[in-house]
DNA sequence: TAGTGGTCTAGACCACATG
DNA sequence: ATGTGGTCTAGACCACTAC
């Protein structure tokens, strides 16, 4: 019993808990709580530590382990002298977290964007897998083309879990400025937090071929990404084919 | 003046320094100095919280934070009970945090290793700029074969400065077994900290496709990736092409 | 001037590893 | 039993932001 000290019954604030933790694990639980119960809704202002000292009956030092870590993955910001805040996807340094793919020397991002097609339909097996849905639960599936000075870029394939995204039409998206992840925290209240991708190279099919404007069997960079939110539940299949002639994708290894 | 009640003077350990900065912050440039000097070599443990804030004249707690932030980044391994560690390539856990092809359900990793060449030569120009070594300087040039099963998966060219890397031969890379970065650091006192990588989809030309056992042409993914040690100073350029038809290259975004 | 997060301290106690 | 890192507290002071 680590902390017997100050034990948290869990079941005060909510159903089960991680039980015997550090305290700090546990305030960080149920300010994980909190937010994905939308307590607190992205771009808002959290309580002050000092407040949520009281609130949880710990000190304050306990508040802020548990708030540096939420916001070491990014869940939190925090700005000094005004608050500590939910993160968003609005944030402008914030916005190319998810956006890998960069530009040779003096070219620019692929930001201009045109949608294909966005269309309700059963899950196919493999989504429906990927999405935790129930097979022939309803899906949509959103089909971008990414340009760059005209230049198509990027084929995206995209698959949102019909139930948490009603409404979510072609007009919808092409009237939308900024990013996409940004729509999806606004309008639909599905905030993705982390995501996994599995990187390969493949040949353009010649479908694929006619839409990034490249012969058929061109080297394309196929990106397929599971995006989660709160509680690690998926909430975006994303497929994407990158020409990557004049784009690469960056990452860091450290 | 941030610490004024306990400035360190930047000049009693060492040379000119980031001078008035937190002072956990100054503590953390204080230990990766001993780091990058060698004071505790890979795998050794270094001294204790307790005996650090004695010779700094701190409290453990800044200390710590000093320390925490290292392990975070990698560079320290903290063990509950038996100290805090420098990292080392040659520890289990970290075997894989600079191999990000995993093999598709079933499969297994590009493991066996044979080394192609190996040979001394003037840096080419863009290599040189990369590495930043003076163009013609020296610099070793390896050329592997990874494969999984037999099959070939990973043609590997990994340029390093001659300097760093006097007696490396083809000889002793065969001979070794372990990772090739466990290598660098205990036979030739560099260590890898950081990377950046630069993905793209290329097409198999005739001779890598020869060694890859595929059709020219064939789509592959070209991975380039500059390492660096302490300091953030440049020491290895990697240029590997991965056959993906059976793994793929992992990444997480949060 | 007041409130927020950021730093630093000193000391207590716990958990883990080792002799 | 001792020494290590890990947690928690209480309080002080600093830096930034806003009114």
Same mark, same amino acid.
């Given at each position: 019993?680590?902390?017997?000290?100050?034990?948290?019954?869990?079941?005060?604030?909510?159903?089960?808990?991680?039980?015997?933790?550090?305290?700090?694990?546990?305030?960080?639980?149920?300010?994980?709580?909190?937010?994905?119960?939308?307590?607190?809704?992205?771009?808002?202002?959290?309580?002050?530590?000092?407040?949520?000292?009281?609130?949880?009956?710990?000190?304050?030092?306990?508040?802020?382990?548990?708030?540096?870590?939420?916001?070491?993955?990014?869940?939190?910001?925090?700005?000094?002298?005004?608050?500590?805040?939910?993160?968003?996807?609005?944030?402008?340094?914030?916005?190319?977290?998810?956006?890998?793919?960069?530009?040779?020397?003096?070219?620019?991002?692929?930001?201009?964007?045109?949608?294909?097609?966005?269309r309700r339909q059963r899950a196919p097996a493999d989504v429906a897998r990927a999405l935790e849905l129930k097979s022939g639960e309803a899906a949509v599936l959103?089909?971008?083309?990414?340009?760059?000075?005209?230049?198509?870029?990027?084929?995206?394939?995209?698959w949102l879990p019909g139930a948490l995204f009603k409404? #979510? @039409?072609? &007009? %919808? =998206? /092409?009237?939308?400025? $900024?990013?996409?992840?940004?729509?999806?925290?606004?309008?639909?209240?599905?905030?993705?937090?982390?995501?996994?991708?599995?990187?390969?190279?493949?040949?353009?099919?010649?479908?694929?071929?006619?839409?990034?404007?490249?012969?058929?069997?061109?080297?394309? #960079? @196929?990106? &397929? %990404? =599971? /995006?989660?939110?709160? $509680?690690?539940k998926p909430v975006e299949l994303?497929?994407?084919?990158?020409?990557?002639?004049?784009?690469?994708?960056?990452?860091?290894?450290?």
């Open positions: 019993m680590p902390a017997a000290a100050h034990p948290i019954d869990p079941s005060a604030e909510a159903g089960a808990a991680p039980a015997f933790s550090p305290l700090y694990q546990q305030i960080k639980a149920l300010l994980t709580r909190s937010l994905q119960g939308g307590e607190w809704k992205p771009g808002e202002a959290i309580p002050s530590e000092l407040e949520l000292a009281a609130r949880f009956k710990v000190s304050q030092g306990t508040v802020r382990k548990a708030i540096d870590e939420l916001a070491a993955e990014g869940l939190l910001v925090r700005r000094q002298g005004k608050g500590t805040f939910v993160a968003t996807h609005a944030e402008q340094h914030v916005k190319y977290r998810f956006l890998r793919l960069t530009p040779e020397e003096g070219g620019v991002p692929p930001v201009e964007r045109r949608v294909l097609d966005c959103v089909r971008r083309l990414l340009s760059a000075q005209g230049q198509p870029v990027v084929l995206d394939d995209i409404g #979510l @039409s072609a &007009e %919808r =998206l /092409s009237g939308w400025r $900024g990013p996409m992840y940004e729509m999806f925290e606004s309008e639909f209240g599905v905030r993705m937090i982390r995501a996994e991708e599995q990187i390969r190279a493949v040949a353009a099919d010649a479908a694929t071929a006619q839409w990034l404007m490249l012969e058929t069997g061109a080297p394309l #960079l @196929s990106v &397929e %990404r =599971l /995006s989660r939110t709160y $509680g690690d994303r497929r994407g084919l990158y020409n990557t002639a004049h784009h690469y994708y960056r990452n860091e290894l450290s």
